[in-house]
């Protein structure tokens, strides 16, 4: 069902749209496919599991060069588990910042008391490749360089390829963490020298939430044995283990597992990455036309920004209250993001999940509503 005026949007399964970075709008199937239990030790879930694990490497043109590590838990599970498996405890790593999960990854690092090279830029910025090809020339104790792909902070589309190019020339390991871009984007992890590459079941596949996994070139991942600094988030001993039993260590996430195969299916009939990315290219079309003709700024040029979710400047008008904004937004069935950056006052609205080009039209539609509620004709302040 599509809203217009002040029918409520719905999903397959007749909740509120969710216009945010994931977890996200799923389809009925996925959800059907939870309707059941399994023991972890139960025949037909291991091979639903080993199916998983076997389709994720090809999304990244991995298929012959690397086999994916599954962690349990959200997406910074997979990334804690990839940086703290990879970088050794005499390990340091060039840290490329432009947002929140950059952040993130530095305060890792910093628990795990491995050591750090920050290169920092502002979240509408990408890393500038001069100054990290300069680090990286001057500071040879510098073992690896970490990158988010889409910096879901601000929606920006980091330049993985070229960072993966300077990392390759100063022989550095190569660490992503593609958690929003995984499946939409098109990566190819040979091509850009990827190590290790983190996503989890519930952004792009677009899967329930609950598990992380990694994406480990195998040479790379037999080499790190004995380097993890915890127990559960060691993913050389999680790949061991699976390799003599196809089971996990500890209690898996099995009904997300599950759902996340019928995700994986579902993925494949859309056409894989061009199919699934091609959706959302033009759902974030739509809506940043949409949102520009009602008077809206996005935070982004049109090039740097990917098309996962957008970030948009808060009108300055002051008829425009956000708390009233979202409040009417979500009775009208779409539920978008407040913003999370230093920069700018901003909010975010997700172009991924179950979401067409109509239920975009129907959001711009809303809006176009709720605005006109607060006296507004458009989101443009008069100059
Ligand atoms: C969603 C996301 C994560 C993981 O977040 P969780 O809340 O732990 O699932 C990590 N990095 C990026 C870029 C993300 O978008």
New binding site residues.
């Given amino acids: 069902m599509i809203a217009t005026g002040s029918i409520r949007a719905a999903s397959e399964t007749g909740d509120a749209l969710l216009l945010t970075?994931?977890p996200l709008t799923t389809s009925r199937s996925i959800k059907e496919a939870m309707l059941h239990d399994w023991g972890s030790r139960d025949a037909a879930f291991v091979q639903i599991n080993r199916e998983v694990m076997e389709r994720l490497p090809g999304i990244v043109n991995a298929g012959a060069t690397h086999v994916t590590v599954p962690m349990q838990g959200?997406?910074?599970f997979a990334?804690e588990a990839m940086l703290t498996t990879f970088v050794p405890s005499d390990g340091e790593v060039l840290i490329l910042i432009n947002g929140a999960?950059g952040q993130r990854a530095r305060k890792i690092l910093e628990i795990a008391r491995r050591r750090t090279v920050i290169h920092e830029t502002p979240e509408d910025t990408p890393p500038d490749l001069v100054a990290v090809e300069r680090v990286l020339a001057s500071t040879p104790s510098i073992t690896h360089v970490f990158a988010?792909h889409?910096?879901?902070t601000s929606g920006i589309l980091n330049p993985v390829q070229e960072i993966g190019a300077l990392a390759a020339k100063h022989g550095k390991g190569y660490l992503i963490?593609s958690?929003?871009a995984f499946g939409a984007l098109p990566l190819d992890a040979n091509a850009i020298h990827a190590d290790a590459i983190a996503a989890?079941s519930n952004?792009c596949i677009e899967g329930v939430p609950g598990l992380g996994f990694v994406i480990c070139r195998k040479d790379v991942l037999e080499a790190a044995k004995g380097n993890a600094s915890t127990l559960v988030l060691d993913l050389h001993d999680q790949w061991t283990v699976f390799q003599k039993t196809g089971q996990y260590r500890f209690t898996p996430p099995i009904h997300v597992i599950v759902a996340f195969h019928q995700a994986l299916t579902e993925f494949f009939a859309e056409g894989g990455q061009p199919g699934r990315g091609g959706r959302y290219t033009e759902n974030c079309r739509v809506l940043v036309e949409g949102m520009r003709a009602l008077g809206f700024r996005t935070l982004l040029q049109d090039q740097l920004q990917a098309p996962i979710i957008v970030t948009f400047h808060m009108p300055g008008d002051p008829r425009f209250d956000f708390q009233r904004f979202y409040d009417a937004l979500k009775e009208r069935g779409y539920v978008i993001y407040p913003g999370k950056l230093t920069v700018a006052d901003s909010f975010r609205i997700g172009c991924i999940g179950r979401l067409d080009r109509t239920h975009m039209q129907g959001a711009l539609a809303a809006i176009r509503d709720v605005i006109a509620g607060f006296g507004m004709t458009s989101a443009a302040m008069a100059a």
Avoid: L
């Fill in positions: 970075p994931g959200s997406g910074t990334v999960y988010v889409c910096e879901t963490d958690m929003s989890s952004k």
